[in-house]
């Protein structure tokens, strides 16, 4: 709900939302569009094209949305898997790549028109440990290779520690605690001190290998 407020798919029934400095609900479709431009969005399910290889999937906002040549697209394409170590994976589809490539994959799309804004989509959904640990190191490319800002929303606690400078917790529809990892672990917040006390205990109940 959140990320679909942010690109302008809904509009709040009070209060405004502002992006870049700009209020969404002052904007035309061309606005919005404008605006859309300056975001990449990591979906949840990745969002790939099962038809499409990994070369073409990266290349596809390039094509539909740049007058750039092919030999341009394919420069930019080598270098954004280069980024995420996919160069070697090029020609081949989603459905042959492990959970982590696609999370790449779909990284390499977000971020290949260089938005200064990156949304992640609950990134770390269904993955195991290894994998979680691949995703986060993509946040972090996209965080300081692109200077992007990036808005991750994650009920993994764990990653949000790992990744994030500031943490908000959204709780009933509002956002109660705000600010950085160092605050929140000291927050007297009852739903903040609650959260993260069933994390912990998850954690402390999951098995451990010998």
Known sequence: VLIKHLVGLLHPD??????????????NEAGLDGLRRKMGILFQANALFDSLNVFDNVAFPLRER???????IREAVNKALAVVGLTHAALRFPGELSGG?????????????????????????????LTTASVNEVIFTGKHQLGATSLVITPDVASAFRAGDKLALMHEGR???????????RSEH?????????WLRRQSQRPHKS
Do not use: H, W
């Open 175 to 185: 956002i109660v605690e705000f600010g950085p990892p160092e605050e929140f672990r």
């Open 14 to 27: 009070r209060g405004t939302v502002r992006v870049d400095g700009e209020d969404l609900s002052q904007l």
């Open 190 to 198: 009852p739903a903040v001190k609650a959260f993260l006390n069933n």
């Open 66 to 72: 740049t007058r750039m040549s092919e030999p341009e």
């Open 101 to 129: 490539m696609q999370k790449r994959v779909g990284f390499a799309r977000a971020a290949i028109l260089q938005p200064k804004i990156l949304l992640y989509d609950d990134p770390t959904a269904g993955l195991d440990p």
